[in-house]
């Protein structure tokens, strides 16, 4: 079976430019997760997706949004792109809920580059 | 401040030698504890997953320990192998629903 897929592997953009990066679960997984890691740190979240509605937010601008499709894949928008808005973008999911004790699968990212 | 604190922050070992690496955390409420592994340019892979009743879990060549009252955890490699090299990722959730803690992350170079 087909992991965790993510779309564009790699990105350049300008600054202002928006862009949307596209996430395909693992088949029969009903929860999608959105991170950001900068280069060297650790990942960090930015949304939660269930069932297509949004459980959980973390601390970033108005400027990201999300969506999940009735298929269970997912959109990650970034408006108004800033330089420190490059980074690798992860997308994990999850079976069942999703909840704090479920494992996560995580696809191998798209790197968004801000010129 | 980052509630979940990796050390050291880098480290060097030769092939077939084992290394710890740490993570502390603060978060609380807690329910479990994660070791990922993540090789360059890509996405985390999980090691192990500990609940607040685990205090020792093994996958392999890799042995996670949890100390919940002291909030410490460690990640053992056995007979350390080339394609060791990656960084490990400490992880602890609890509290607000699906939002997990992330460390920095420990960058490990396995050499011949």
């Known amino acids: 079976d087909a992991g965790v897929t993510q779309s564009p592997t790699h990105l350049i953009k300008t600054r202002g430019q928006h862009v949307t990066l596209r996430c395909s679960p693992i088949?029969?997984?009903?929860?999608v997760s959105w991170y950001q890691q900068v280069l060297g740190q650790g990942p960090q979240f930015i949304f939660q997706?269930?069932?297509?509605?949004?459980?959980g937010r973390g601390n970033f601008p108005d400027r990201f949004s999300a969506r999940q499709f009735p298929n269970y894949s997912s959109e990650l928008n970034v408006n108004a792109l800033l330089l420190g808005d490059s980074a690798l973008y992860l997308c994990?999911?999850?079976?069942?809920?999703?909840?704090?004790?479920?494992?996560?699968?995580f696809g191998d990212g798209t790197r968004l580059s801000i010129l | 401040k980052n509630q979940v604190e990796q050390s050291p922050q880098s480290l060097i070992i030769l092939e077939g030698k084992n290394c710890t690496l740490q993570c502390n955390y603060t978060v609380s409420p807690f329910s479990n504890l994660r070791w990922y592994k993540q090789d360059t340019g890509r996405g985390p892979v999980s090691l192990t997953i500990m609940t607040f009743s685990e205090n020792t879990k093994s996958n392999g060549r890799y042995t996670a320990t949890l100390d919940a009252d002291t909030k410490q955890s460690s990640l053992h490699i056995t007979a350390s192998q080339l394609s060791d090299s990656a960084s490990y990722i400490c992880v602890v959730s609890g509290g607000s629903w699906g939002k997990f803690q992330f460390g920095a992350g420990t960058q490990v170079v396995v050499t011949p």
């Open positions: 088949s029969g997984h009903k929860s």
């Open positions: 997706y269930y069932e297509k509605e949004e459980r």
């Open positions: 994990a999911s999850s079976p069942g809920d999703g909840g704090e004790n479920q494992p996560q699968h």
